[in-house]
């Protein structure tokens, strides 16, 4: 089965900006697809939760929780991408689709080390 992620955004956000998310995200998956947390029936390979810290969307912060090779836990790793007031909403969207599967790959390479 391939990669399934499953993002998990606040209630309210713009869905043209969480489109534009996913669509990075699916994009940098080598393999796979990234998929909004409440419409996907399926068990994700992991989950995406982004978060905005403040109303002026400056800081995002990613957290990807994977189960471990055991499946008997979840590892968790977080990243803060920060932005200006001169990048665009849509520019910081895409950035945090990007981010996610970075952080999935930086997962699964730590848990291939063990």
């Not at 905005?52 to 008997?72: F, K, Y």
């Amino acid at each position: 089965m391939l990669p399934l992620v499953a993002v998990e955004v606040p209630v309210g956000e713009p869905p043209a900006a969480v489109a534009t998310m996913l669509e990075a995200c699916s994009s940098a998956l080598p393999e796979g697809r990234c998929v909004a947390a409440d419409i996907e029936p399926q068990s994700p390979t992991g989950l995406a939760v982004v978060s905005w810290l403040g109303t002026d969307h400056l800081t995002a912060r990613v957290e990807v929780g994977q189960r471990t090779t055991s499946r008997s836990s979840v590892s968790w790793h977080r990243r803060d991408l920060n932005f200006t007031l001169g990048d665009s909403i849509s520019e910081r969207w895409t950035a945090v689709g990007y981010t996610i599967p970075t952080i999935v790959g930086e997962g699964l390479r730590a848990h291939e080390g063990h």
